[in-house]
Every structure is written in structure tokens, then in C-alpha cells.
């Protein structure tokens, strides 16, 4: 019989719930996650488990891990969801190698299928009009008309928006100087009732900054506006004229993207007022301009309605 700690003994595998419990106990003791980054993990992990059923894991190969990618593609589940399982399948049988004498790692180099590209929601022309023409109501409506008319007319993100202070905005050569992502800087055109409406806002905003508040967007209290207070505000405006879709701020960057694309055709131009730093994020609303022009054709070329 072989003694207990001979050289020669090999000892028995742990379970996979004794090393699945090991992995949380890295993930949360070694690694500090937070407690839900952990449970995120762990939910993946199981998942992985049940795929497998009765599988050992030692036994998984890269054919095995690609089977259960595929069987939780055709349930339904997106290529990010895939994607972070296999981040955290990767991670599991990372630490079955360190700890627990693995020597593959089956999940290395799989990908998630490519999810299909969301198109950007956007307003047509006329719902934008129906939007932002009118007068608000309340003591800040001068404050949120300029607000979205910028975002509108110009294509700011909405963190682009807030950051700006009263000298970003030349009225008189109508440009807006921005911030954007990266600290790039770039400056964009002005539209005319973008610029009417800032000039008619700033009156009342030097009424309400406190001393030494640098905003040109102020709150009630006079300290520069949030993003959250935006959103807010533009949702109870597009709920008072009579929209029923989900309007937030970043619709109207896209909404402006769109339409400065359908009327001009120029893609770089609209990259270069967006501040992408590459033409391919651009070029999805290349598909948006396509719906467009194919609406355009479908109602108006004679050979394309349909025989009733």
C-alpha cells in the first residue's frame, strides 16, 4: 500500500463544484472583484456547467467550447452576452491551469459571433420641427430650448453639451468650439436658431450662475447642469409634444447625423463634425441614408410597387 504523502500518490481531482468554488474564492480574494462582478462570473461559469453536463472538464476541448457557443447562439443570446461568457470560461480554466494542474486552455482564440450593427435611432425632419419649434414651458424652457437646439444643430454628445462655457460659442461667426473625446477639439457650424435661441438663453443665465461658475448651462441653483437633468428635461419635453418614441439626447446627435448625410452625401464632412476619430463609426449612417433613399424609391419608380 502506498504510504499518505508518498511521491507515488496522485491525488483524487476535485469535483467540479470544489473547484468551481475555488475559482470564486481567487476571483474574490485574490483578484478583489466586486461582489456582483463575482456573481456575473460565477452565473457564466455555471452556464459553462450546464452545457457540458457530465462532461469532465479536463476532457473539454476548443469543438466542445464552440458547440456550447453555438447552442447559446441559436437560443437567442447576442454576440457581447457570448463574448463575456468566453472572457469568463477563459478566466475559469485560466485558473484550473494555475491551481489545479490543467494544461489547455480550450477557450483560447474562440471569438462571439458578430453581433448585427444597431442602427442609431433618429427623428425624420418633421419630428424633430415638432420637438424643438414652440415655446417651453417653465422658468428654464429658454435654458433647454438652447440646450437641444445645440446638440441638434451642431451634433454634440451629450457630455460635449455640458461642458460647455459661454466663450466656446462664437454668435457672431456662428461656431461652437468642443471638447470632445480623447480632449480632441474641433469646431463646428452654428445653426441660426441654435444661435438665436443660446442668445436669448444667456441673458437669464447670468441671472442664475453663481459667482465664479463657468457653465454656460446652469441648473436651478446656478451650478453648471448634468447629464441625468438633461435627459430628464428632454424626455418630458418630447412627452408634452405629443412624441411617443424614447427621446434622449444622444437621438438628436444621431438625429443630425442623418440628415446632414441625406441632404449632402458628404461622409467625411459628417465624421469631421461628429469628431469620429475613424470613417468606419461614420459609416453607419450610411444604412440610415440607404433606408431613406430606399423609401424614396419604393414610393416614387414605377417598376418598383408591388402588383396588388
Known amino acids: 500500500m502506498t504510504r499518505r504523502g508518498s511521491p507515488q500518490e496522485t491525488p483524487p ?13 481567487h476571483l474574490a480574494h485574490e483578484k478583489r472583484l466586486a461582489a456582483h462582478t463575482v456573481e456575473n462570473y460565477a452565473r457564466d461559469v455555471r452556464d459553462l456547467l450546464r452545457l457540458t453536463g457530465t462532461m469532465p472538464l479536463e476532457a473539454l476541448g476548443v469543438h466542445d467550447i464552440r458547440r456550447c457557443v453555438a447552442r447559446l447562439h ?8 457570448i463574448a463575456r461568457k468566453l472572457s ?53 424652457a429658454l435654458r433647454d430650448k438652447a440646450l437641444f437646439e445645440l446638440i441638434y444643430s451642431s451634433g454634440l454628445r451629450l457630455a460635449e453639451a455640458v461642458s460647455l462655457d459661454p ?17 480632441k477639439t474641433r469646431v463646428v457650424p452654428l445653426g441660426t436658431q441654435a444661435a438665436s435661441a443660446i442668445e436669448a438663453w444667456l441673458p437669464l443665465r447670468a441671472s442664475l450662475a453663481r459667482p465664479g461658475e463657468t457653465a454656460l448651462f446652469v441648473n436651478r441653483v446656478g451650478r453648471r447642469i448634468g447629464p441625468r437633468s438633461v435627459q ?9 409634444r405629443g412624441l411617443t418614441r424614447n427621446v434622449h439626447p444622444h437621438v438628436l446627435r444621431h438625429s443630425f447625423a442623418s440628415h ?15 469628431g469620429h476619430a475613424s470613417i468606419s463609426t461614420t459609416q453607419v449612417y450610411t444604412h440610415l441614408d440607404y433606408q431613406h433613399l430606399a423609401k424614396v424609391y419604393d414610393s ?9
Do not use: C, I, M
Open 13 to 25: 481531482a476535485p469535483p467540479p463544484d470544489a473547484r468551481f468554488d475555488g475559482y470564486l474564492s
Open 74 to 81: 441559436a437560443g437567442g443570446l447576442g454576440g457581447r452576452s
Open 88 to 140: 469568463a470560461w477563459r478566466s475559469f480554466f485560466g485558473y484550473l491551469a494555475r491551481d489545479h494542474g490543467f494544461t489547455a486552455n480550450p477557450v483560447t482564440g474562440l471569438k462571439a459571433p458578430k453581433s448585427p450593427k444597431r442602427l442609431p435611432s433618429s427623428l425624420t425632419p418633421d419630428e424633430a420641427a415638432q420637438l424643438l419649434d414652440g415655446e417651453g414651458e417653465g422658468d428654464l
Open 167 to 183: 466663450p466656446d460659442v462664437d454668435l457672431r461667426e456662428r461656431t461652437v468650439r468642443v471638447t470632445g473625446k480623447g480632449s
Open 232 to 240: 430628464t428635461a428632454l424626455k418630458q419635453l418630447a412627452t408634452a
Open 260 to 274: 446632414v448625410l441625406q441632404s449632402s452625401g458628404d461622409l467625411r464632412a459628417v465624421q469631421e463634425l461628429l
Open 300 to 308: 416614387a419608380h414605377p417598376r418598383a410597387k408591388r402588383k396588388s
